[in-house]
């Protein structure tokens, strides 16, 4: 699996209810997330790529900061045992 991610947005790999990998997010300062906008152009973003090896019965999340400024880790893996 292939991730190129910018900003505070999350991907998480949970293989046997274990978190295997979890992108890094990214920050100019304290609460302010990279962003592409007008104020930062693409030009000076560069977003962190991944290569992850994935198997038949991972579970891969993709997330806004909605999830991960809500829950820690270990509440969304809570929340994918039960599932």
């Not at 046997?16 to 609460?31: G, I, T």
Request: charged share 25%.
């Amino acid at each position: 699996l292939k991730i190129a991610h910018v900003g505070d947005c999350m991907a998480m790999l949970i293989r046997d209810h274990q978190l295997v990998f979890r992108s890094e997010e990214m920050w100019w300062a304290f609460n302010t997330p990279v962003q592409l906008s007008t104020h930062a152009a693409p030009d000076d973003v560069n977003p962190h790529t991944y290569a992850v090896p994935v198997r038949e019965g991972d579970l891969v999340i993709l997330a806004t900061d909605g999830l991960s400024d809500n829950l820690w880790d270990e509440d969304i893996i809570d929340e994918v045992e039960k599932w």
